[in-house]
Protein backbone atom coordinates (compact mmCIF):
# COMPACT_ATOMS: atom_id res chain seq x y z
CA UNK A 1 0.00 0.00 0.00
CA UNK A 2 1.08 3.72 -0.82
CA UNK A 3 0.07 6.84 0.68
CA UNK A 4 0.49 9.77 -1.19
CA UNK A 5 -0.01 13.23 0.62
CA UNK A 6 -0.49 16.54 -1.15
CA UNK A 7 -1.85 19.84 -0.87
CA UNK A 8 0.45 21.52 1.46
CA UNK A 9 1.96 25.09 1.26
CA UNK A 10 2.08 28.50 2.71
CA UNK A 11 -0.67 30.52 4.06
CA UNK A 12 -1.35 33.11 6.28
CA UNK A 13 -2.74 32.81 9.39
CA UNK A 14 -6.77 32.50 9.28
CA UNK A 15 -6.57 30.67 6.31
CA UNK A 16 -7.59 27.66 4.95
CA UNK A 17 -6.00 24.45 2.75
CA UNK A 18 -7.37 21.11 2.36
CA UNK A 19 -4.96 18.18 2.35
CA UNK A 20 -5.26 15.10 0.25
CA UNK A 21 -3.96 11.40 0.69
CA UNK A 22 -4.69 8.91 -1.96
CA UNK A 23 -3.95 5.70 -1.26
CA UNK A 24 -3.23 2.66 -4.12
CA UNK A 25 -2.03 -0.88 -4.29
CA UNK A 26 -5.37 -1.96 -2.06
CA UNK A 27 -8.59 -0.25 -1.49
CA UNK A 28 -8.72 0.79 2.22
CA UNK A 29 -12.53 1.66 2.42
CA UNK A 30 -12.46 -0.47 5.04
CA UNK A 31 -9.72 0.65 7.07
CA UNK A 32 -9.40 3.52 9.76
CA UNK A 33 -7.26 6.31 8.56
CA UNK A 34 -5.90 9.57 10.14
CA UNK A 35 -3.52 12.46 9.81
CA UNK A 36 -0.70 12.58 12.35
CA UNK A 37 1.45 16.03 12.07
CA UNK A 38 5.13 16.72 13.03
CA UNK A 39 6.75 20.47 13.42
CA UNK A 40 10.28 21.26 13.60
CA UNK A 41 11.76 19.78 17.37
CA UNK A 42 8.89 17.98 18.21
CA UNK A 43 7.25 14.46 18.02
CA UNK A 44 4.63 13.42 15.78
CA UNK A 45 1.28 14.14 17.22
CA UNK A 46 -2.15 12.54 16.24
CA UNK A 47 -4.90 15.00 14.13
CA UNK A 48 -7.50 13.59 12.97
CA UNK A 49 -8.99 10.18 12.36
CA UNK A 50 -12.00 8.56 10.61
CA UNK A 51 -13.49 5.69 10.55
CA UNK A 52 -14.05 2.91 8.06
CA UNK A 53 -17.12 3.81 7.12
CA UNK A 54 -17.45 7.49 7.38
CA UNK A 55 -19.55 7.32 10.32
CA UNK A 56 -17.09 8.58 12.93
CA UNK A 57 -14.59 11.22 13.24
CA UNK A 58 -12.00 12.17 16.03
CA UNK A 59 -9.65 14.93 16.57
CA UNK A 60 -7.32 16.82 18.88
CA UNK A 61 -8.39 18.92 20.95
CA UNK A 62 -5.63 21.53 19.13
CA UNK A 63 -8.04 21.60 15.97
CA UNK A 64 -11.53 20.71 17.23
CA UNK A 65 -13.88 22.92 15.12
CA UNK A 66 -11.16 24.00 12.53
CA UNK A 67 -10.22 21.08 10.89
CA UNK A 68 -12.52 18.44 9.02
CA UNK A 69 -11.56 14.95 7.87
CA UNK A 70 -13.49 12.88 5.35
CA UNK A 71 -13.02 10.29 3.24
CA UNK A 72 -14.09 9.27 -0.05
CA UNK A 73 -13.68 5.29 -0.23
CA UNK A 74 -14.38 5.18 -3.89
CA UNK A 75 -11.50 7.23 -4.75
CA UNK A 76 -9.60 5.66 -2.12
CA UNK A 77 -8.69 9.20 -0.76
CA UNK A 78 -8.97 10.80 3.11
CA UNK A 79 -9.21 14.99 3.00
CA UNK A 80 -8.18 16.80 5.74
CA UNK A 81 -10.29 20.26 5.76
CA UNK A 82 -8.01 22.92 7.50
CA UNK A 83 -9.80 26.64 8.31
CA UNK A 84 -8.64 29.28 10.42
CA UNK A 85 -5.03 28.42 10.35
CA UNK A 86 -2.95 29.57 13.09
CA UNK A 87 0.54 29.97 13.20
CA UNK A 88 1.08 26.79 15.33
CA UNK A 89 -0.60 24.74 12.63
CA UNK A 90 3.11 24.74 10.97
CA UNK A 91 3.88 20.88 10.47
CA UNK A 92 4.75 17.92 7.69
CA UNK A 93 1.35 16.56 7.62
CA UNK A 94 1.06 12.70 7.03
CA UNK A 95 -1.70 10.39 6.54
CA UNK A 96 -1.81 7.05 8.04
CA UNK A 97 -4.10 3.60 7.61
CA UNK A 98 -4.69 1.27 9.97
CA UNK A 99 -3.69 -2.51 8.54
CA UNK A 100 -6.79 -4.30 9.68
CA UNK A 101 -10.07 -4.25 8.74
CA UNK A 102 -13.11 -2.64 10.35
CA UNK A 103 -10.61 -1.59 13.24
CA UNK A 104 -11.32 1.19 15.72
CA UNK A 105 -10.05 4.23 16.01
CA UNK A 106 -6.55 4.84 17.58
CA UNK A 107 -4.70 7.93 18.58
CA UNK A 108 -1.20 6.51 18.84
CA UNK A 109 1.18 6.57 16.00
CA UNK A 110 2.22 2.94 16.32
CA UNK A 111 -0.93 1.42 15.59
CA UNK A 112 -0.99 2.71 12.11
CA UNK A 113 0.68 0.14 9.28
CA UNK A 114 1.14 2.57 6.24
CA UNK A 115 2.37 6.18 5.98
CA UNK A 116 2.28 8.91 3.40
CA UNK A 117 6.05 10.68 2.92
CA UNK A 118 4.32 13.94 4.45
CA UNK A 119 3.34 16.82 2.98
CA UNK A 120 4.50 20.55 4.79
CA UNK A 121 2.27 23.23 5.94
CA UNK A 122 3.39 26.85 7.10
CA UNK A 123 1.28 28.90 8.58
CA UNK A 124 2.64 32.47 8.59
CA UNK A 125 1.70 35.19 11.00
Known amino acids: VQLQASGGGLVQAGGSLRLSCAAS????????MAWFRQAPGKGREFVAA????????YYADSVKGRFTISRDNAKNTVYLQMNSLKPEDTAVYYCAARRRTFSGISYDTSEYDYWGQGTELTVSS
Open 25 to 32: GRTLSTNV
Open 50 to 57: ISWSGSGT
